[in-house]
């Protein structure tokens, strides 16, 4: 059940602390790319609309509960400020008593950004006595972070069971639209899964199979079930060894979930853009050849399963999408998903570093229902793992 507490039921005119994750890419102290300030926008505004004061707390990259400059959370409070419309102010340690001084001096509605929360070794250990510092800067506590909601550290976890805890706007529609797809979906609900390996996917393969109505299976790890069933895959990627595992998901998914592996290949001998590619069937691939995309006919059959499903969840490329020509499955794929969604017949939902990088160059990102970015919670998510930022929230 999708039920956790959210920002309405807060109570007005109270401190929040706001685990946020403003762990952007810098380069020379400038912020290269503002998506995840932008993300956190609508929690912050919701927060100021009930007259709270905003302590925000976030790490950035990996100093290892030592303090270094390089990393401190400062050059992030202007940049911020500026989206935000109003001033944010910047404490140098996300305890101790300049932060609550800091604090104090706040009107209702203001905004503060608290310093890196690894400078301290208790973060990442989730020391309680940690979270109990942080928890005495505020009244209540808000998770933004759905991102880093598959670590139990001290503020995106420990800290959740001392104060009332919140889920934020954006842990929100990632809630929501994640518990749309996969835990209580509109069926039939069809997964498309590829990448390079089964080995990295092999607990989101199993927790897939036993949800899912179809799994159509593409890119590198079709090869590995391919072979699996006597395919001659010549020199593709593959993971000879994991052969049996894959004729296991073969057979439990027997009588629960379709399997839908490739009909047919792109293959080339080189493995680099433009390289000279043809189409073929399975039983037509060369010793020299390598598979590096799905064929025309697979296209056509995922096409159909994508008319009949309501629903459809998708991690992993099809293809080398790096590289056109083999960029042409996921493209093709992709704008099919987009359409049906566009038209309100399909919710599709997708997720994961590459995926979301493929679907950004298909150009149709933006017409997905909904696209998560947070990389390793949204995979450990798929494999149906609890994740404790999250499970901290439960009502
Ligand atoms: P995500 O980051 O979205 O979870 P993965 O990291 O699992 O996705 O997989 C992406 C990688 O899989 C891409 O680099 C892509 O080139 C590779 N890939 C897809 N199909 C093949 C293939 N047939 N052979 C080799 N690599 C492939
Ligand atoms: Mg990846």
Redesign the pocket.
């Known amino acids: 059940m999708n039920t956790f507490r959210r920002i309405e039921q807060a109570p007005d005119n109270v401190t929040a602390l706001v685990r946020v994750d403003f762990n952007v890419p810098m380069q020379d102290g400038k912020i290269t790319d503002d998506t995840r300030l932008r993300a956190a926008l609508p929690t912050i505004k919701a927060l100021q609309s009930k007259r709270c004061k905003i302590v925000l707390l976030a790490h950035f990259d990996r100093p290892k509960g030592k303090v270094v400059p390089e990393m401190s959370l400062m050059p992030v409070a202007d940049p911020l400020s500026k989206l935000l419309g109003s001033p944010v102010a910047f404490a140098g340690d996300c305890v101790s008593d300049a932060a609550k001084g800091a604090i104090d001096a706040l009107p209702a509605g203001g905004v503060i950004l608290l310093e890196n929360t690894r400078f301290h070794a208790g973060e990442e250990k989730n020391d309680p006595e940690l979270a109990k510092q942080m928890a005495a800067l505020g009244q209540i506590y808000v998770n933004d972070a759905f991102s880093a909601a598959h670590r139990a550290h001290a503020s995106t976890e420990g800290i959740a069971h001392i104060l009332p805890a919140y889920a934020g706007k954006q842990m929100e529609r990632e809630l929501d639209h994640l518990d749309a797809a996969l835990g209580n979906p509109k069926r039939p609900v069809l997964g498309i899964v ?4 089964v080995s ?2 092999l607990d989101l393969l199993q927790n897939l199979i036993g949800k899912l109505d179809k799994l159509a299976i ?6 590995t079930f391919l072979y699996a069933q006597g395919v001659e895959i010549g020199g ?2 593959a993971e000879k060894d994991m052969a049996d595992t894959a004729r296991q998901i073969m057979e439990a998914a027997k009588g629960k979930c379709e399997l839908l592996l490739p009909l047919d290949v792109v293959v080339a001998k080189e ?1 680099k853009p433009h390289a000279e590619a043809r189409m073929c069937g399975l039983d037509e691939i060369q010793p020299d050849e ?4 799905v064929g025309e006919r697979t296209i056509r059959y995922l096409r159909e399963a994508m008319k009949h499903s309501h629903t459809v969840i998708w ?9 056109p020509p ?1 960029d042409q499955g996921t493209v093709l794929a992709a704008q099919e998903a987009a359409e049906l969604a566009k038209s309100g017949k399909l919710i599709a939902v997708a ?8 679907l950004n160059h298909a150009g149709v990102a933006s017409d997905f229902s909904f696209i998560s970015t947070a ?1 390793g919670a949204f ?1 450990e998510w798929m494999e149906g793992k609890a994740l404790p930022g999250v499970e901290a929230l439960r009502t």
Do not use: C, H, R
């Not at 593409?218 to 090869?223: D, E, L, Q, Y």
């Not at 099809?318 to 590289?323: A, S, Y």
């Not at 997720?351 to 493929?358: I, L």
């Open positions: 590829g990448g390079a390996k990295t996917k593409g890119g590198g790890m079709a090869n593709s990627l493995v390598k598979i590096l995309d991690n992993g490329p099809l293809g080398v999408f790096e590289m083999f997720g994961g570093g590459d995926t979301v990088a493929a990389g995979l």
